[in-house]
């Protein structure tokens, strides 16, 4: 039996692997799929424990481009913060990772496909559903969900056959990626637990030593195309904006949430350039688009969002939203100031040749010119006419 396993080199999918081979005699062939996070050294000791676990063939696909394209432009133009903190940073990824691992699963004929996930959380709805649209009819194998293994069992059945066991698989379950790094472990099951001092792998400091600092950011129909004047493509922006942000440790979060299988659920993160580039683009939006624009494509954009989250990306819907939020962008063109200081940041200019701030036409609180005193005077007259009305019924609230 060949099978195909999205691996990423952490502890569930390298006792995947292994088990498949050992108790299926099964021929595995790993992919893992590189959505930002992963440098050389990274996916060459990924490489490595593939081997290690008994897989037949490794492969690697390079989706950072892929995934900004399709997943992250649009959480970017959507402003799209789940719980108004959390920009979505896995479901997007997974997606991704599960579109490349199906791609590979057709091109070698397998028979079946497989993952890591577990029966508790997000990761396995978004592999399945991703699967039994791209893939009709293959069978789907998850040995971590079927033996509701724990991660202390995976360990001692990997040390039991004298098999690698990743680096801190048993304290912290960690993923990076492109659009930023998520914790998972002990302390996220209760809602009073603060993250251990070594949760970010930095013993929790922040830098205070650091010196604020602007930045500039260019953007075009509501993408970013420039860092500080040099312009950069998607990922390599969003890389080269999180290099700029670690010393000032921007961007660390929790979030507390309903998670697809309708439990509540609770991460940590760190997403500096995601947090950063949402904020910043919301605010060009307000210099760019009208106030019903911008109302209508952050409800669709949140809903979208939620959908991305619960991993039904491949609802046509998505492409009926995408399709109004890429027109909702064509003016969003400017650049944003962004000042950068220790654990903060603020959205201190924003400049665009779409404008829709005319000091010609008027300076709020201070003068006018389309206008005279009597028309103002008429507009508040007449605005107040539903609430007139109704006061006359006796709606007119407690005072």
Wanted: proline share 5%.
């Amino acid at each position: 039996m060949r099978v195909v396993l999205a691996f990423s080199g952490g502890l569930d999918t390298s006792f995947c692997a292994a088990w498949l081979a050992a108790e299926k005699g099964a021929e595995i062939f790993t992919v893992t799929v590189n959505t930002g996070g992963m440098d050389r050294d990274e996916l060459d000791r990924i490489a490595a424990q593939s081997r290690a676990v008994g897989a037949a063939a490794h492969h690697e696909v390079d989706a950072r481009q892929s995934v900004f394209d399709h997943f992250v432009a649009t959480l970017i133009r959507g402003n799209v913060l789940r719980g108004g903190v959390y920009p979505v940073s896995v479901a997007a990824e997974r997606t991704q990772q599960a579109i490349e691992v199906a791609r590979i699963a057709r091109e070698l004929a397998a028979d079946a496909v497989a993952h890591g996930s577990t029966g508790a959380g997000n990761d396995q709805v978004r592999f399945d559903v991703a699967f039994h649209v791209l893939l009709p009819g293959v069978p789907i194998i998850t040995p971590v969900r079927e033996l509701g293994l724990s991660r202390d069992d995976a360990v001692a059945w990997l040390r039991e056959r004298g098999l690698p066991v990743p680096a801190g698989a048993s304290r912290y379950s960690v993923n990076r990626g492109l659009w930023g790094t998520t914790l998972g472990g002990g302390w996220t099951h209760d809602p009073w637990a603060a993250p251990p001092a070594d949760a970010w792998g930095d013993g929790g400091r922040q830098d205070t030593a650091a010196a604020p600092s602007d930045l500039v950011l260019a953007w075009r129909e509501g993408l970013p195309i420039a860092l500080d004047g040099a312009e950069l493509s998607g990922p390599d922006i969003v890389d080269a904006l999180s290099a700029r942000l670690e010393p000032f440790a921007i961007g660390r979060g929790i979030h507390l949430g309903e998670t697809v299988l309708g439990i509540k659920g609770r991460i940590g993160f760190e997403a500096g350039a995601a947090v950063v580039l949402v904020h910043a683009h919301r605010e060009l939006e307000k210099l760019t688009m009208t106030r019903w624009q911008a109302f209508w494509k952050d409800h669709l954009a949140q809903f979208w969002g939620d959908r991305l989250h619960e991993g039904q990306a491949f609802d046509p819907v998505m492409r009926d939203i995408e399709a109004l939020i890429v027109s909702s962008q064509r003016h969003v063109t400017g650049e944003t100031r962004v000042r950068l200081a220790p654990g903060a940041f603020q959205v201190t200019g924003v400049r665009s040749p779409n404008s829709l701030m005319d000091t010609a036409v008027a300076r709020y609180g201070e003068s006018n010119a389309l206008w005279s005193g009597d028309e103002a005077r008429a507009f508040a007259k007449i605005v107040a006419i539903p609430s007139l009305l109704a006061a006359r019924h006796g709606e007119v609230g407690p005072w």
